[in-house]
């Protein structure tokens, strides 16, 4: 019988299982200081968005959590093991995930090929030459990512052919291939029309119970929806932490981020 999604993480926090931990991590470009004595711990199977203004550090989180730029200083991580410093692959083997402002995507190719080669390349037969077999499990799992992300009606669409919005759709396609345990999404409802992001939100909240993820976003409104608890970040730091309730009603939030002041 399958758990209940709060039974599923009362098992995996009663265990002491987070997904994410960040101890006293630092990030320094020179003389500047982008992160600042980060500590952050994200539990097992929840979703967390982190908010702020341009400049806040935002994505210098993300680069320190994936290794593309480690920290400075503190320690990271994942699933209980200390991954500060391992390169960014080997976090990948680990079941971290990441998408990016930036389309990443193989323009030439169909979406399904685009789903494909992302799940062929965290199987084992990776570097075969053969052509997929009927039975691959790896088309297999390209087409169910396909219904995942709402893009079963232009699986044989080349990339460079669909709309920006459906391209943002086929990058959260890409991050769910293989066993992902934490995905990191930047930005996902950047430049999307307002039909566009209720079907982001839709995708997001039908992700599988047990992977989590962190969402960074300047869309108030989307990452509120998706979240359960909220990180705001700003020159570098933590300033605040709470239920999406609590970040929106906060008076200090309001009037650092969304202008909004008494009087």
């Known amino acids: 019988m399958a758990l209940s999604r709060t039974d599923a993480l009362s098992?995996?926090?009663?265990?002491?299982?987070?997904?994410?931990?960040?101890?006293?991590?630092?990030r320094h470009f020179g003389a500047?200081?982008?992160?600042?004595?980060?500590?952050l711990a994200v539990e097992?199977?929840?979703?967390?968005?982190?908010?702020g203004s341009n400049g806040a550090g935002k994505t210098t989180l993300f680069n320190a959590i994936t290794g593309d730029f480690p920290p400075t200083t503190g320690r990271v991580r994942l699933f209980g093991e200390d991954v500060t410093d391992l390169p960014a692959h080997e976090r990948v083997r680990r079941g971290?995930?990441?998408t990016y402002q930036i389309s990443q995507l193989f323009d030439g190719l169909s979406v399904v090929d685009n789903i494909y080669l992302a799940c062929r390349g965290v199987s084992r037969g990776r570097f075969s030459l053969r052509r997929p077999r009927r039975d691959d499990s790896a088309m297999?799992?390209?087409?169910n990512l396909l219904g995942a992300v709402h893009l079963d009606a232009v699986r044989d669409t080349?990339?460079?052919?669909?709309?920006?919005g459906q391209q943002r759709q086929l990058e959260i396609a890409l991050a769910l291939a293989g066993a992902p345990r934490l995905i990191l999404f930047d930005e996902p409802a950047a430049g999307?029309?307002?039909?566009?992001?209720?079907?982001?939100?839709?995708?997001?909240?039908?992700?599988?119970?047990?992977?989590?993820?962190?969402?960074?976003?300047?869309?108030?409104?989307?990452?509120?929806?998706?979240?359960?608890?909220?990180?705001?970040?700003?020159?570098?730091?933590v300033f605040k932490e709470g239920t999406p309730a609590e970040i929106e009603a906060d008076a200090e939030v309001q009037e650092l981020y969304l202008g909004q002041r008494d009087g």
Do not use: C, F, K, W
Request: glycine share 4%; net charge negative; aromatic share 4%.
């Open 44 to 51: 097992a199977g929840e979703r967390r968005a982190v908010l």
């Open 192 to 237: 999307l029309s307002p039909t566009e992001r209720t079907e982001l939100v839709e995708i997001l909240q039908s992700l599988p119970e047990h992977i989590s993820y962190i969402i960074i976003e300047h869309d108030m409104d989307v990452a509120l929806r998706v979240a359960e608890r909220v990180t705001m970040m700003h020159n570098g730091r």
């Open 140 to 143: 297999a799992s390209a087409e």
């Open 96 to 98: 971290l995930r990441r």
């Open 158 to 164: 080349p990339v460079a052919n669909l709309s920006y």
């Open 11 to 26: 098992h995996l926090q009663s265990a002491g299982r987070y997904a994410l931990e960040l101890e006293a991590v630092s």
């Open 32 to 39: 500047l200081v982008a992160l600042a004595d980060i500590n």
